[in-house]
T-cell receptor
């Protein structure tokens, strides 16, 4: 697609429920990244994919968080048993390749509110 | 110590003013550098890369001092539309691979 597409744009969920966030990167971009941004805070790196592989999952905040990417394209970030501290904007970005000099293009994010 | 540090501001400047933002980074192995712009409740967007020799894009000038681990962004002839948060971004290779580390941003408000 022309840009990075994320869905849903907004999600309100009850504490304890599972949520699934979707990211559709720019066509041909092999690297995909998930960040989250809490109110008034900077971007917190969560995980990245090179193709379908996520070499390091240590950025995920807890074992309630998981992510996968299939077909080198769409990625889903799943949060199980959501907690109020999970409330944030979850941003997905993609870049042409994984490496030094490639800036990222971000999607418009999913605003998650856990009540 | 945070990996990328910026003065959060806010910087309130009148239209037409020149304003400069600074950023320091802690990892001497950092290899590429960027400035991003983030409007309120929007996603960050790449403003410009920062090269060792310094680079300019219209009213925007970015400079890098590797010895001091310091990056700057200069905006000349500020416009109302420049009001946003400016994020300093550093790309570093670690055990996790390459990742962009974002500063928390410097808030700019340009007033009439």
């Amino acid at each position: 697609g022309a840009g990075v597409s994320q869905s849903p744009s907004n999600k309100v969920t009850e504490k304890g429920k599972d949520v699934e966030l979707r990211c559709d990167p720019i066509s041909g971009h092999t690297a995909l990244y998930w960040y989250r941004q809490s109110l008034g805070q900077g971007l917190e790196f969560l995980i990245y994919f090179q193709g379908n592989s996520a070499p390091d999952k240590s950025g995920l905040p807890s074992d309630r968080f998981s992510a996968e990417r299939t077909g080198g394209s769409v990625s889903t970030l799943t949060i199980q048993r959501t907690q109020q501290e999970d409330s944030a904007v979850y941003l997905c970005a993609s870049s042409l390749a994984w490496g030094l000099s490639y800036g990222y293009t971000f999607g418009s994010g999913t605003r998650l509110t856990v009540v | 110590r945070k990996e990328v540090e910026q003065d959060p501001g806010p910087f309130n400047v009148p239209e037409g003013a020149t304003v400069a933002f600074n950023c320091t980074y802690s990892n001497s192995a950092s290899q590429s550098f960027f400035w991003y712009r983030q409007d309120c409740r929007k996603e960050p967007k790449l403003l410009m890369s920062v090269y060792s020799s310094g680079n300019e894009d219209g009213r925007f000038t970015a400079q890098l001092n590797r010895a001091s681990q310091y990056i700057s962004l200069l905006i000349r002839d500020s416009k109302l539309s420049d009001s946003a948060t400016y994020l300093c971004v550093v790309n570093v290779f670690s055990n996790s691979g390459y990742a962009l580390n974002f500063g928390k941003g410097t808030s700019l408000l340009v007033t009439p």
